[in-house]
């Protein structure tokens, strides 16, 4: 079964500079989630879309941006990159169509290093 | 105040042997779900099972078992017959509100289980 892809799967910046992170959902998923988990932690919500609008913020910085594209597919954008932002970066996708228990299907990650 | 609370950072358990990893949880919502989630060393985050509230059975799949204890809040994963591939880090999360998908998750800090032969 097609599962939840994420590109790249690693990525290595420098300070103050700029990162895409994309994400590819399970076909005829409606619904995105980003999530950044530093290490040793746990997972914590940026940002979500829901048919292409955005559904729900957490704690995204303001350095950071992200959209759903027409074929659903996602970008997270990060500048102005910092030390502390070196982490794993989880996409997950579900479908939302009232019924079910909305599972979300996690990514294999993207680790962004920071250096 | 933490949603997700997981107070077991590491636990042992020894091959064929049954594990429960504990978790509770702090919500005002009378609808809400409890997941967990399992990560290996690998980093990808596996779902293992899946609890309602309104659920009126324990979920069960395959070894795994979530005892719901709705009352007491709590919602531990119950590893029967553990395995050395069962040597992970496992993540409780909840997910409130009205039953739409489109909310979050929330972690607890997790726990990491090592299975000794």
């Known amino acids: 079964a097609a599962g939840v892809i994420q590109s790249p799967r690693h990525l290595i910046k420098e300070k103050r500079e700029t990162a895409t992170l994309k994400c590819y959902p399970i076909p005829r998923h409606d619904t995105v989630y980003w999530y950044q988990q530093g290490p040793g932690q746990d997972p914590q919500f940026l940002i979500s879309f829901y048919e292409k609008m955005q559904s729900d913020k957490g704690s995204i910085p303001d350095r950071f941006s992200a959209q759903q594209f027409s074929d659903y597919h996602s970008e997270l954008n990060m500048s102005s990159l910092e030390l502390g932002d070196s982490a794993l970066y989880f996409c997950?996708?579900?479908?939302?169509?009232?019924?079910?228990?909305?599972?979300?299907?996690f990514g294999p990650g993207t680790r962004l290093t920071v250096t | 105040a933490q949603k997700i609370t997981q107070t077991q950072p590491g636990m042992f358990v020894q091959e064929k042997e049954a594990v429960t990893l504990d978790c509770t949880y702090d919500t005002s919502d009378p609808s809400y779900g409890l997941f967990w989630y399992k990560q290996p060393s690998s980093g990808e985050m596996i779902f293992l099972i899946y609890q309602g509230s309104y659920d009126q059975q324990n979920a069960t799949e395959g070894r795994y078992s979530l005892n719901f204890q709705k009352a007491r809040k709590s919602a531990n994963l119950v590893i029967s017959a553990s395995q050395l591939g069962d040597s992970a880090m496992y993540f409780c999360?909840?997910?409130?509100?009205?039953?739409?998908?489109?909310?979050?998750?929330?972690f607890g800090s997790g726990t990491r289980l090592q299975v000794q032969p």
């Open positions: 999360a909840m997910r409130e509100g009205q039953d739409t998908g489109r909310r979050a998750l929330t």
């Open positions: 997950a996708s579900s479908h939302n169509d009232g019924g079910g228990l909305y599972e979300q299907y």
